[in-house]
């Protein structure tokens, strides 16, 4: 347990530092935005000064005004329409940049003390990204956990298919593939994975000269537990429908509430196995941590989906690599839970 919470610290305060540290580049630039701003207020000004001078043509061709009034009409309105397009951008500026310096100067980045405990708030001073394609978020997943050798199945699995579970926390990163689409996204990023495994029949593993096998405790086992620890850098393809948010200084895509299928991997490397031992002597109750060699294999590598609507989705994760090294049988952990992704 104190190592999963050291793993979860690590992770958050990677996700601070990012915070801190991070310096985002806009794809759109501030005269870009504008630029387009002020092409739409020249379009529309120029269609509302088109059909003045039709109106006024109309008057002219049904002998309503003379010629010399129609030509000071037409004069008047498109002095009126260009001075509207000179205000107006002019409005437009000045509000953008209100609004930029607005945000800039409610920033602030505050750490300290309170009753509830740590206070952590940070708001960059930056300007705004307009179009921000990639986002992050911590990931939680918890389940399920077994391992099977290619004669074995579920039935007759060594380990308890309701006992053993995985855990798994990291941070994941989240890119839009296409420029103006978001039904396909990259997810990728880090994670610490923690297998289970309890065996049946009051078993433990054991090491004889690099061949791992169940062997019968001599007493009786309360609590059997093997724990392999993993970092891994997951890698997936997201897809499925999103709602598009465009307003004239943000474009955003949200995935809040619809539903998503991601197809991808991990690999990773191991940082340790042990094993817990819990049993009673004559009324006294022992317990047995044992952090020797079981000849795991020190690299991971495997296939990995989730589906689901929302933050939570089904999980999936089956490691393609054997649990132990040679000369032991093939025997592939695997596991089904549930995951969250936390925005």
């Known amino acids: 347990m104190k190592t999963i919470i050291l793993y979860l610290i690590l992770a958050v305060f990677s996700f601070t530092s990012q915070q801190l540290e991070c310096q985002e580049t806009s794809q759109k630039t501030k005269e870009e935005i504008l630029q387009n701003k002020r092409e739409e207020i020249i379009n529309n000004e120029k269609e509302k000064l088109r059909f003045k001078i039709e109106t006024i043509n109309r008057q002219l061709e049904n002998k309503v005004i003379t010629a010399e009034e129609a030509e000071k009409r037409k004069k008047e309105a498109a002095e009126l329409h260009a001075k509207n397009i000179e205000n107006r951008i002019a409005i437009m500026e000045n509000k953008y940049e209100l609004d930029i310096r607005n945000d800039k100067e409610h920033s602030s980045t505050y750490i300290g003390l309170s009753e509830d405990g740590m206070t952590f708030r940070v708001n960059a001073e930056r300007e705004r990204k307009y179009d921000k394609r990639t986002t992050s978020d911590i990931v939680f997943a918890a389940g399920f956990n077994n391992a099977l050798t290619e004669e074995q199945s579920l039935n007759d699995s060594d380990f308890k298919i309701g006992g053993s579970r995985f855990f798994e926390i990291g941070w994941a990163w989240k890119t839009r593939v296409f420029d103006n ?49 993993y970092l891994v850098a997951p890698v997936h393809f997201e897809f499925g429908p999103s709602e598009r948010h465009e307003t004239e200084r943000s474009l955003r895509f949200s995935t809040e509430d ?44 495997g296939l990995s989906a ?25 025997m592939h952990n695997f596991s089904l839970g549930i995951r969250f992704d936390v925005d």
């Open 306 to 330: 989730y589906m689901g609507w929302g933050g939570a989705t089904l999980y999936a994760k089956y490691d393609l690599n054997p649990l132990f090294a040679d000369p032991n049988p093939e």
């Open 181 to 229: 689409s978001n039904w396909l996204r990259l997810k990728y990023g880090f994670s610490f994975q923690f297998n289970g495994l309890k065996p049946t029949d009051n078993r433990y593993f054991v090491n004889n000269d690099g061949l791992v096998s169940l062997e019968e405790f001599d007493h009786d086992l309360s609590k059997s537990k093997f724990r392999t620890d």
């Open 258 to 301: 619809k539903f998503r299928i991601g197809l991808g991997g991990y690999a990773g490397f191991s940082l340790g196995e042990r094993q817990k031992l819990k049993y009673t002597i004559d009324g006294d109750k022992k317990k047995d941590k044992l952090k020797g060699d079981y000849n795991t294999n020190d690299f991971i590598y």
